[in-house]
C-alpha cells in the first residue's frame, strides 16, 4: 500500500480479523494427527465435526441429527451453496441493508434478484417490522436473509422480533437464511445466545448459516456449516458437496477440538469486545455531526460521519493525511447497501484492534474529520464557546 511504503502507520479498522488468540486446542489436534495419508474427509463433513457442531448446539437446548448439518469451507460457502439450492433465475430474496456486501455476490450468483429492506442510522438500522418485510414480498419472492447479530450494524433481534419474522417465513412459505455466526457476540444479557434454530414450527422454512471463524477467532481455518431440517434442501446442498469433495481434513478436526473449549472463552472474548466497542461508541459520540448508535452485537459499528462522501474521505486519509505519522482505514458505506446513493457518509468500523489502538485509531479519525472538512470541504471551524 503507498500510504504505509510512505512511512504511515495504518490503524486497520475495516476488516473483520479479530486479534483475539485462537484457542491452543486447534493447533493440538493438528499436531496429534498422526495417519499416513492425508486423504479427502467425508463430503457432507467429518463425524466427528458434525457431532462437535451438534454438541454445541444442543448445550443451546437445540437437537439436531447428523443429516441436518453440511459442513462448509467457511460461511461464505454455506451461504453461497444455500443460494444455489433454493434460487431460480429473477427469483428474490429481501435483506435489510446495509448487509455484509458478499450477499450480493452469492445472490446474483445464483441468478437470484436482492429486494432491500431500507434501514437508517436515525434509527439504529433496525427493520424487525412486520409492515415493512411484507411489503416487499412478491409472487417471485424466495426467501428472505438476515444476520443476527448483524454485519455491518451490530443490530440484534430479540425474542418478538425473531419470532415475528419466523412466522413471516412460515406464512408466506419462504426460506428463512439466518447468518448467526456473530451469536455469542451479543452485549446485553438479555438477548442471551440467539438461535432461530430453537423455533421447531419452522423447521422446513430455516436455514442457520455458522461459522468457526469469528466464534473462536480462527478465520483462517476456512470451516462453517449449513443447518438445515429441510430433507429437500438437505439433498440439494449434499450434491453441491459432492462435487466439491470435502472441506479440509486437518481444519476440520482442528475445528471440532475448538468446540470442546471451555465457554469461559466466550464470556472473556465478549467482555474484551465489549470494551472496545464502548471506547469507539464514547469517542464517535465526542465528533461533532456524527450520527452512530450503540450497536448490541457481533464487532461492528456503523456510522454516519459529516464527510460528503465517505469513500473519497477514505482515499485522502491515505494520500493526503496524517496524525503525526498515523492514518486510519475504514470500510466506506455504499457497498454495504444496495439501493444506489445510500451509504455514501456512511462508514463500517471492526473494532478489532486492542484498546490502546484503537483509542489512538479513533483519535486519528476524530481529526482526520476536522481536516477533511477545512480543507476539502471548506467548512469554517465553529468558534470556541
Known amino acids: 500500500m503507498a500510504a504505509e511504503k510512505e512511512g504511515k502507520k495504518i490503524y486497520h479498522l475495516n476488516i473483520g480479523q479479530p486479534?483475539?488468540?485462537?484457542?491452543?486446542?486447534?493447533?493440538?489436534?493438528?499436531?496429534?494427527?498422526?495417519?499416513?495419508?492425508?486423504?479427502?474427509?467425508?463430503?457432507?463433513?467429518?463425524?466427528q465435526l458434525i457431532?462437535?457442531?451438534?454438541?454445541?448446539?444442543?448445550?443451546?437446548?437445540?437437537?439436531?441429527?447428523?443429516?441436518?448439518?453440511?459442513?462448509?469451507?467457511?460461511g461464505s460457502?454455506?451461504?453461497?451453496?444455500?443460494?444455489?439450492?433454493?434460487?431460480?433465475?429473477?427469483t428474490e430474496v429481501i435483506i435489510p441493508e446495509p448487509y455484509y456486501p458478499n450477499y450480493t455476490t452469492f445472490v446474483h450468483a445464483a441468478?437470484?434478484?436482492?429486494?432491500?429492506?431500507?434501514?437508517?442510522?436515525?434509527?439504529?438500522?433496525?427493520?424487525?417490522?412486520?409492515?415493512?418485510?411484507?411489503?416487499?414480498?412478491?409472487?417471485?419472492?424466495?426467501?428472505?436473509?438476515?444476520?443476527?447479530?448483524?454485519?455491518?450494524?451490530g443490530v440484534v433481534l430479540n425474542q418478538e422480533e425473531m419470532r415475528m419474522i419466523a412466522d413471516i417465513a412460515k406464512e408466506h412459505d419462504l426460506f428463512l437464511i439466518c447468518d448467526e455466526v456473530y451469536r455469542e457476540f451479543c452485549y446485553d444479557e438479555k438477548f442471551g445466545v440467539p438461535t432461530m434454530a430453537r423455533f421447531r414450527d419452522i423447521d422446513e422454512n430455516l436455514v442457520i448459516v455458522d461459522s468457526v471463524s469469528k466464534r473462536f477467532s480462527a478465520c483462517g481455518a476456512r470451516?462453517?456449516?449449513?443447518?438445515?431440517?429441510?430433507?429437500?434442501?438437505?439433498?440439494?446442498?449434499?450434491?453441491?458437496?459432492?462435487?466439491?469433495?470435502?472441506?479440509?481434513?486437518?481444519?476440520?478436526?482442528?475445528?471440532?477440538?475448538?468446540y470442546s473449549v471451555d465457554p469461559g472463552f466466550f464470556l472473556e472474548s465478549k467482555a474484551e469486545y465489549r470494551r472496545?466497542?464502548?471506547?469507539?461508541?464514547?469517542?464517535?459520540?465526542?465528533?461533532?455531526g456524527v450520527v452512530v448508535e450503540e450497536p448490541m452485537g457481533a464487532f461492528y459499528v456503523m456510522a454516519s460521519l459529516p464527510v460528503d462522501d465517505s469513500d473519497k474521505f477514505q482515499r485522502w486519509l491515505l494520500e493526503s493525511f496524517?496524525?503525526?505519522?498515523?492514518?486510519?482505514?475504514?470500510?466506506?458505506?455504499?457497498p454495504f447497501y444496495e439501493t444506489p446513493g445510500k451509504g455514501i457518509n456512511e462508514v463500517r468500523i471492526a473494532y478489532v484492534l486492542k484498546q490502546e489502538d484503537l483509542e489512538r485509531a479513533m483519535d486519528v479519525l476524530a481529526a482526520g474529520i476536522a481536516q477533511y472538512q477545512r480543507k476539502v470541504m471548506k467548512v469554517k471551524a465553529h468558534p470556541a464557546v
Open 276 to 288: 472496545r466497542r464502548d471506547t469507539v461508541i464514547s469517542r464517535l459520540r465526542k465528533i461533532p
Open 51 to 74: 457431532d462437535a457442531v451438534r454438541g454445541y448446539y444442543k448445550r443451546l437446548d437445540v437437537e439436531l441429527e447428523p443429516s441436518d448439518v453440511l459442513i462448509t469451507t467457511g
Open 111 to 153: 441468478g437470484g434478484v436482492i429486494r432491500a429492506l431500507p434501514t437508517n442510522p436515525w434509527e439504529g438500522y433496525r427493520y424487525a417490522d412486520r409492515e415493512r418485510i411484507e411489503s416487499l414480498i412478491t409472487k417471485n419472492t424466495r426467501a428472505i436473509l438476515i444476520t443476527n447479530p448483524g454485519n455491518p450494524t
Open 77 to 90: 460457502e454455506a451461504l453461497l451453496l444455500t443460494c444455489l439450492s433454493i434460487l431460480d433465475p429473477y
Open 19 to 47: 486479534d483475539i488468540a485462537t484457542p491452543p486446542a486447534y493447533y493440538e489436534a493438528i499436531r496429534r494427527f498422526d495417519r499416513k495419508t492425508l486423504a479427502y474427509a467425508e463430503s457432507p463433513g467429518t463425524p
Open 322 to 334: 496524517s496524525d503525526n505519522g498515523d492514518t486510519v482505514m475504514f470500510a466506506p458505506g455504499a
Open 223 to 258: 470451516v462453517g456449516c449449513v443447518v438445515t431440517r429441510n430433507k429437500e434442501l438437505q439433498a440439494a446442498l449434499l450434491k453441491f458437496c459432492q462435487s466439491r469433495l470435502s472441506v479440509a481434513t486437518i481444519d476440520q478436526i482442528g475445528a471440532a477440538a475448538l
